[in-house]
């Protein structure tokens, strides 16, 4: 296979932003994650994948609640905080306002879109990234969102 071509092709695939947040107790987790897809009608499902060894796989894990924000197009760099550790400190996560959701999952406060959902399954057998089905229990979207897409972003993630 042209590895090259591989990797080109592969980061052609339609992919939006978004910030998962999760949370056990007081350890929290909050990723910039792009592998995000609808997968179910009914009940409302959803698929994402996430690094193994990050902070909001494993509180995801834990606590099975996340909420799933949609990232608008002028909020890169709301995104980019996200990329690291995740720190908890005044009510601030990485310097980012959030109240507790429905299901006790941060809710960020200047994501204007987002569902609250509950761990279906994880899927760890295949591949670098876990695979995680989450069905939405809340939903809440305060105005337009233009959603931020991986292709109109600074960033390149895949292939």
Known sequence: ??????????????NGVYVLASRNGDDYGVAT???VSQVSFQPPLVMAALRKD???????????VAVLHVVGSDQKELAQKFFSTTKESDG????????EGKTSAPVL?????????KLVDICEDYGDHAIVILEVVEAKSRGTVVPLVVNE???????
Do not use: H
């Open 1 to 14: 296979m042209d590895l090259k071509a591989k990797k080109e092709t592969l980061r052609l695939l339609t």
């Open 33 to 35: 994650i792009t592998w």
């Open 54 to 64: 990050g902070n909001v796989f494993r509180c995801l894990g834990a606590s099975g």
């Open 92 to 99: 601030l996560l990485n310097g980012e306002p959030f109240t």
């Open 109 to 117: 406060k200047d994501l204007s879109a987002y569902l609250e959902c």
């Open 153 to 159: 972003s600074p960033w390149k993630y895949g292939g």
